[in-house]
């Protein structure tokens, strides 16, 4: 608060201008208060131009991540010489080319269709029998009583059932039926039903049968076998749509790529770096007029940021092959201005992704790959370094599994009893019936877990009962307890407490240490420290090589969102510079404040003083003018 106008007529008249004088010296002594503003001017616009580097380097790594992910932008076209026969469709990563394929045999869903009969919903069907159906292993059982009698009412027994069928009541114009079909094409959802007794008659009217195709073969022993007349993954990025079988017609599927929106991104991509590199241009160039360069002239973190994207046209992909014929931006027609700033070769950019779209893509992300279908690659750390590693196995991973010493009869077992799995210290209990098949044993057993939620399974190897974990790995680990002797005709458990725990995978990568959980081997030494691959093989040796490659624009984007990051403890140098600028501006502001607290006290103290100087001047005066009039009447 300027107080010269609190104080400004509160002292008595006299020579002295008491107010002019003392803000005079205020503002004298106050220089350095003028100083530090003129100092918060400059942070103010070095943290407005850096908000706005930020901004604009922010939109560039918003289209680095998108062309990190290469296939997803680029796409394709497929022509069918016959759609009659089928169409496709295709996704990111389809590959140009002709491909020959002859539809021998569509995918269907099985149906079975009951005799007529006169009504829907009367009880025509036999009471006191039983409806079975029975798909993939799993039989459900539907008593004819009451409400079952009827067409419509075992309809939706059946309905409700949870098996993937559907049953429908459908009427011919003289009589009603009973129908029920699969929910799904293929083979694996194929059905059997015993309705002996029951009076429905059920018969097959469409056999389940799997879609088989040829591609770029006619030899039949080549064909490949689906469940769905929908096919994805056979041609990378191409789904077929099987419509009509004739094994006597090859169709010829043409995929043309397509490359005009990757191109565009590749443009928008060019104009935010350029937008950043000429906005750092002009931040660093000294301006002859005003003397003087932009507010980031000297600023740290925007140099960072200049040497980090001017770096990137120049650098080359990581952990590419001997033999890979794009290492850099600069070979498929990215190049540079020599203001820093880029531009596109579209003409070379076209040319190098016809004829190796593999190779460009490596330049735009970081890619995991294995040679061996038995293993995947899954992840890496920042540790990882690029390059191709051969996988060795010395210890192939296990799930606990407990298989029972005795056969199960054919006929089912000869009396009740009581399984006990222990699984985490609790213990989980199923009660088996006398005459129970292994098929019904397995279904309890998998229903009674499953509502428990524990991730244990039943299964049937060769009429053997086993029990094992839905996951690998030595933190697996479950026992098994019958109340009936293992060769007295039960399940072959036993009454002595079985027990087994799984079997980390272990093994090496790149002939470096690695640690083993479960599937997951993950590096821990070197080069691959970081680096985890799943291996799904029961056996040990070498399984191939895992090759990462980090592509020139995923290490951009990466570069990016460090110069960018806002996380405590790992603030990127934009984000640190912002802080200082703050701490700079509040140090500054505290100063003033202070400075401005010292100077009020020192304008009261001078006001006090001039006014009492003030005051004794005026009686002076006045004690002068009244000596003077005196010396003047006594003059006359």
Do not use: C, H
């Not at 919903?121 to 036999?126: F, T």
């Not at 009583?145 to 949870?162: F, H, M, P, V, Y």
């Not at 928008?268 to 950043?276: A, E, G, L, Q």
């Amino acid at each position: 608060m300027d107080m010269s106008s609190v104080y400004s007529g509160m002292f008595a008249a006299g020579p002295l201008d008491v107010n002019d004088i003392v803000n005079k010296i205020i503002y004298a002594k106050s220089y350095p208060i003028r100083n530090y503003q003129n100092e918060i001017q400059e942070y103010e616009a070095e943290k407005s131009a850096l908000q706005t580097l930020n901004t604009k380097v922010s939109s560039l790594q918003s289209i680095t991540e998108k062309l990190s992910n290469f296939d997803s932008i680029s796409t394709g076209s497929a022509t069918v010489s016959d759609e009659n026969i089928l169409t496709a469709t295709t996704q990111s990563g389809a590959q140009a080319g002709d491909y020959y394929i002859i539809v021998r045999q569509l995918a269907t869903a099985e149906s079975d269709q009951s005799d007529g009969f006169s009504s829907a919903d009367d009880e025509v069907l036999n009471d006191g029998t039983t409806f079975s159906i029975t798909q993939n292993g799993e039989t459900v059982d539907i008593e004819i009583t009451g409400e079952t009698r009827s067409l419509s009412g075992l309809k939706d027994a059946i309905n409700n059932s949870g098996l993937d069928v559907r049953a429908a009541v459908i009427y011919d114009g003289s009589n009603y039926k009973l129908q029920i079909t699969s929910t799904e094409t293929g083979t694996d959802y194929a059905f059997t039903i015993d309705d002996t007794g029951v009076g429905t008659n059920m018969a097959e009217k469409i056999s389940a049968q799997d879609a088989i195709i040829n591609v770029n073969t006619t030899d039949v022993s080549d064909a490949i076998t689906r469940s769905s007349n929908t096919i994805s993954d056979v041609i990378e990025g191409v789904t077929l749509n099987l419509k009509e079988a004739d094994a006597t017609k090859t169709v010829t599927l043409t995929i043309k790529n397509d490359f005009s929106n990757l191109e565009s991104k590749i443009n928008d991509f060019i104009s935010k770096y350029n937008d950043v590199i000429s906005y750092l241009n002009n931040q660093f160039t000294y301006n002859e007029e005003t003397k003087s360069a932009g507010p980031l002239s000297g600023n740290s973190a925007a140099r960072s940021v200049q040497s980090a994207i001017l770096g990137m046209i120049s650098s080359q992909a990581e952990g590419l092959d001997d033999n890979a014929t794009y290492r850099s931006l600069v070979q498929i027609g990215i190049k540079m201005n020599n203001d820093g700033t880029i531009y596109l070769d579209s003409s070379k950019f076209e040319e190098a992704i016809e004829n190796d779209y593999e190779g460009v893509k490596k330049l735009f992300e970081e890619i995991g790959t294995t040679t061996d279908n038995q293993v995947s690659y899954i992840t890496r750390t920042d540790e990882t370094e690029a390059g191709t590693y051969a996988i060795e196995i010395t210890t192939a991973p296990e799930r606990a599994q407990i298989q029972g010493s005795y056969e199960v009869p054919t006929a089912g077992i000869s009396q009740d009893e009581t399984l006990t799995i222990t699984y985490n210290g609790t213990d989980y209990t199923v009660d088996l019936s006398q005459n129970d098949t292994l098929n019904d044993i397995i279904d309890k057993i998998n229903t009674e877990m499953d509502n428990n939620g524990v991730p244990i399974s039943a299964t049937n190897n060769g009429n053997y009962l086993v029990l094992q974990t839905d996951d690998y790995g030595s933190d697996q680990s479950f026992s098994v307890v019958s109340n009936v002797a293992a060769d007295a005709g039960g399940t072959g458990i036993g009454t002595t407490q079985l027990s087994d725990t799984g079997v980390d995978i272990a093994g090496t990568i790149g002939g470096y240490a690695a640690t083993g959980e479960g599937r997951a081997l993950t590096g821990s030494e070197g080069p691959v420290k970081g680096l985890m691959v799943y291996g799904t093989m029961t056996s040990t040796g070498s399984f191939g090589n895992v090759q990462l490659t980090y592509g020139v624009i995923s290490n951009f984007n990466e570069r990016l969102e460090e110069l960018l990051s806002t996380t405590t403890g790992e603030e990127g140098p934009i984000a640190k510079e912002l802080s200082n600028l703050d701490t700079n501006i509040k140090a500054l502001n505290d100063k003033i404040e202070e400075f401005q607290k010292d100077l009020e006290e020192e304008r009261t103290r001078l006001f006090q003083e001039f006014d009492a100087a003030n005051r004794a001047m005026a009686q002076m005066q006045q004690l002068l003018m009244s000596l003077q009039n005196n010396f003047t009447g006594i003059s006359r």
